[in-house]
């Protein structure tokens, strides 16, 4: 019997009716979900095509690029540019923004992507995935660099795909958090994860946690205190996580709850922070918030957060509304000097864990 399944296009079509977003919209995500079946495709050859190892060029962000960080950005390029759809892109792999070809007409969005995140797991066969960001140009001229500085709240849609052992487009247009799983043998995404939404409890935790030391004091606590579990001021056991891939860890977020850091640190004082604003912090938090969930900086909302350059990086804390609203809270204290440094019962007085005691 024939079943009748919402398709990535029926989906767009019907989600957009009546909005202020034109069918335009919808056809540059199809555009960009085209792009994403054909890194799908690539990713899934790994080393058959050559594509693990590393190149000897570095990206403007000082990194060194892997053969599929170069052929994704330049898929998404291509499928992207020719449809009179956007007005100019803007990539993790592109110093300035791409301009589109004179051929072509221009249309009145602007495309931020990461083609390749966490590009450092594509020799390892682990999750990698694309991020991606909308944004209106409304004007007739070619859009400067400043027209792509605007706030994560101004995004019409955002999204990711996550090329696991299955490929997943989660999307939102500003009414919900959907999720779509493509149909290789039918070339469809279809969707199967309608309405995500982020528990507001967890007791899950994501973080580097090598980079503890250069964190600032409240994410030490924070952290401190979930670690110490049943025997801390939380009073419950946490879980911890690390995938190395956003993607990854803010899929899991989605299905099952969870809190996602990457805070400032002192590491390299130059950059506050790891990750992107534009173009992988904010389509996370637009998602995360479409789905219930929270997301800042630690000490504001990371979508109302003004970018002064295309790649600046920003603290991301992301996930479960509870403890993402605890991590502010744990910032707010510590910059008025009201936070209670955390001692793990493991290092108190009566434990035997004190050198003393060792000794
Ligand atoms: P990219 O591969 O696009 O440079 O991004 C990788 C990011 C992100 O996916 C992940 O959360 C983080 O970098 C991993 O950082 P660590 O290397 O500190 O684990
Ligand atoms: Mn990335
Ligand atoms: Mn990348």
New binding site residues.
């Given amino acids: 019997m024939f079943t009748r399944r919402t398709t990535l296009s029926k989906f767009l079509i019907e989600q957009l009716k009546g909005s202020k977003e034109s069918n335009d919209l919808a056809a540059l995500l199809v555009d960009v979900a085209a792009a994403i079946k054909a890194i799908s495709a690539v990713a899934a050859k790994g080393a058959l095509e050559g594509n693990t190892g590393s190149l000897e060029t570095v990206n403007v962000?000082g990194?060194t690029q892997k053969p599929l960080d170069v052929l994704t950005n330049e898929i998404m390029l291509r499928h992207c540019d020719w449809g009179g759809l956007v007005a100019g892109m803007a990539s993790?792999e592109m110093e300035e923004p791409f301009a589109i070809p004179a051929e072509y007409e221009r249309g009145r969005y602007l495309l931020l992507f990461?083609p390749?995140?966490?590009?450092?797991n594509i020799d390892l066969n682990v999750a990698v995935g694309t991020i991606f960001s909308v944004l209106v140009h409304d004007s007739a001229q070619p859009p400067q660099l400043q027209d792509f500085l605007q706030i994560g709240k101004k995004q019409v849609a955002a999204g990711y795909a996550i090329y696991g052992p299955s490929t997943l487009l989660v999307l939102t247009v500003g009414r919900g958090t959907h999720g779509f799983t493509l149909d290789r043998e039918i070339g469809n995404f279809i969707l199967t994860h309608p309405n995500l939404s982020v528990p507001n409890e967890t007791s899950e935790f994501a973080i580097?946690t090598s980079?503890e030391r250069f964190w600032e004091p409240p994410m030490q606590r924070y952290v401190e205190e979930c670690k110490a579990g049943k025997t801390g001021p939380r009073e419950r056991d946490f879980n911890m996580r690390?995938i190395?891939?956003?993607?990854a860890?803010v899929h899991r977020i989605l299905i099952r709850g969870g809190v996602f850091m990457?805070p400032r640190d002192s590491k390299a004082p130059n950059k506050s922070g790891?990750?992107r604003l534009l173009y992988?912090a904010n389509p996370m938090a637009m998602l995360i918030e479409q789905a219930g969930g929270l997301a800042s900086t630690g000490r504001g909302c990371l979508l109302e957060k003004q970018p002064e350059q295309l790649h600046q990086r920003a603290p991301v804390i992301l996930g479960s509304r509870c403890e993402v609203e605890r991590i502010e809270r744990y910032h707010h204290e510590y910059d008025k000097g009201e936070d209670q440094p955390f001692v793990s019962p493991l290092f108190n007085e009566r434990s035997l864990f004190r050198p003393e005691a060792r000794a």
């Fill in positions: 962000q990194e993790e990461d390749l995140d966490g590009s450092s580097n980079n690390w190395a891939s956003m993607v860890e990457y790891r990750l992988e």
